[in-house]
C-alpha cells in the first residue's frame, strides 16, 4: 500500500467510531484552544512592550545615579546623618531613597569612562500650575526627551529642539479641561507655565503647543508637558534664579548615551566601569525586566494548565486507538496476511492518532484566534481604552504552526502504543479472533 493511500485509509478509518473520535478530538480542543489563547496574550503585551519602549527610552541609553550610602530616614543602626549633596531620587527604589547631587565635575568623570559616547543631565523643572488664558489652573509636571526617544503622538509633532521659539507636548488629558478643544484644535494654542524660584517669587512663561501626547503606559509624558530646549531652559532659569551659583548646577540623575551595538556583556562591562566611579546604570531593559519576567511567569503557569489539558486528552487517544485495534483485530490479521508489514500497519495507526491530533490542535487554534480577535476589540474600546495601541491577545503565524506540530507530535506519541501493539499482532490469531 502506498503512502498516500495509507494515509486515506487512516483518515477514512478515524471516523469509524465517530462519537468516541469526536469526544477525542474535543479534548485536544480544549488543550490547544487554551495554548493559543495564552499563547497570544504574552505574544499580545510583549510586542506593546517592544512597540512602546523607545517612548520610555532609547536602547542605547542609561539612565545614571550617584546613590546615596543610606536612605533618609531612620537606618538600621540609628538616624542617617545629613548629606548636603543629597536629593530626591526620581528613579523605582524604597520610599525615601535618596541619590547623591551629580555635579559638573561628575559629569565629568562619567563622560571620561570608556564607552560612553555622550552625558546629558537631566534638570529637575517643578512647575505650580499650568494655564490656559483665565481659564482653570491645572498641577503638572515637566518630562524630558532625550535622544532616540519618542513621544505616541495624537496630533501635531513633537517639539523641535533647534528652534527659538517656546514649544511644548501636552498630554490629551488636558485639553479639553483647559478650553483648548480636541488634540487637533490645541495645536499651535498659547498656555501659561508657572513656577516659584528660590526667593519665593513666581515667574510666568507662555510656550506654544506643538503635540498632544496620547495616553499609553510607556508615555514619557504622562501627566507632564514635555519641552523643548528653548523652553526648558527658560523654566530652569527662572528656577533657578536666588539660588547660589554651586546650588544651580545640581541633578538627581543623568542620561549616558553608548553604542548601539553594544552586546549585553558590553553593556555589563559598563555597568561595573560605573561602579567603580560610584555611579549606578540602569537601562531600558532593565526597568522593563521585572514587568516581562512577571508576565512570561503568568503566561508561563497558563501554558502549563494548558499541557496539562493536552496530556489528559492524549490518555483519550491511546483509549480511542485500542479500542479501534481491537474492533479491527481481524482486519489486521487481513492485512498482514495479504502482505502488510508491521511497518506499514505502526504507519496506519499512527496516522490516525496524528490526524486526530491535527483536527483538535487546527478547530480548537481556529476557535482561540476568533476569540482573542473578538476579546481584544471588545477590551480595547472598554477596559484597555487608556492604552491606545494595545492588542491584548496578537497571534503570531510561527506560534500557531509551532502549536499544531506540537500537539501533533503528543498525538503521535500517544498513538504509538496502540500502533505498536497493531504491529505485533500475529496474523492467524487475528483471523481467529471473534
Known sequence: MKTLDLIGTAVANTF??????????????????????????????????????????????????????????????GPVEYD?????????????????????????????????????????????????????KYVIGVGALIAGQTIPLAAGS?????????????????????????????????????????????????????GVAEEGLASPSGAAVVPNEALSDALFDAQSIGLPADQVERYAQATIRFDPEATDDDIAALKDRLADEGFTGSTVADQLGAFRTVID???????????????????????????????????????????????????????????????????GVAVAVVAGVGISSALADTLLADLPGLTLIAFDPLSIGVIIVIVMGIAFLAGTLPAARAARADPVESLRYE
Do not use: C, W
Open 158 to 210: 513633537e517639539p523641535d529642539d533647534g528652534s527659538d521659539e517656546l514649544q511644548l507636548v501636552l498630554p490629551v488629558d488636558f485639553t479639553e479641561p483647559m478650553g483648548l478643544g480636541d488634540a487637533e484644535e490645541a495645536i499651535g494654542q498659547t498656555v501659561s507655565l508657572t513656577l516659584t524660584d528660590a526667593e519665593r517669587t513666581q515667574h510666568v512663561v507662555e510656550a506654544t503647543v506643538v
Open 84 to 136: 548636603p549633596d543629597a536629593v530626591a531620587s526620581t528613579q523605582p527604589g524604597p520610599p525615601g531613597s535618596t541619590v547623591v547631587a551629580l555635579r559638573p565635575d561628575d559629569l565629568d568623570t562619567l563622560a571620561g569612562i570608556d564607552g560612553v559616547l555622550d552625558v546629558q543631565p537631566t534638570r529637575t523643572i517643578s512647575l505650580d500650575y499650568i494655564q490656559a488664558g483665565d481659564g482653570t
Open 297 to 363: 511567569g503568568i503566561v508561563l503557569v497558563l501554558n502549563a494548565f494548558a499541557v496539562i489539558a493536552l496530556l489528559a486528552a492524549s490518555f483519550g487517544i491511546v483509549n480511542t486507538l485500542l479500542m479501534s485495534v481491537q474492533e479491527r483485530t481481524r482486519e489486521i490479521g487481513l492485512m498482514k496476511a495479504m502482505g502488510m508489514g508491521n511497518g506499514r500497519v505502526f504507519s496506519l495507526f499512527s496516522f490516525e492518532a496524528v490526524f486526530i491530533g491535527l483536527l483538535g490542535s487546527a478547530i
Open 16 to 77: 469509524r467510531s465517530k462519537t468516541r473520535t469526536i469526544l477525542t478530538i474535543l479534548a485536544i480542543f480544549v488543550g490547544a484552544f487554551t495554548l493559543t489563547l495564552t499563547s497570544g496574550l504574552g505574544t499580545g503585551i510583549n510586542a506593546y512592550i517592544d512597540d512602546t519602549v523607545t517612548a520610555i527610552g532609547a536602547s542605547d541609553a542609561m539612565t545614571v545615579t550617584k546613590t546615596a550610602d543610606s536612605l533618609t530616614g531612620v537606618a538600621a543602626d
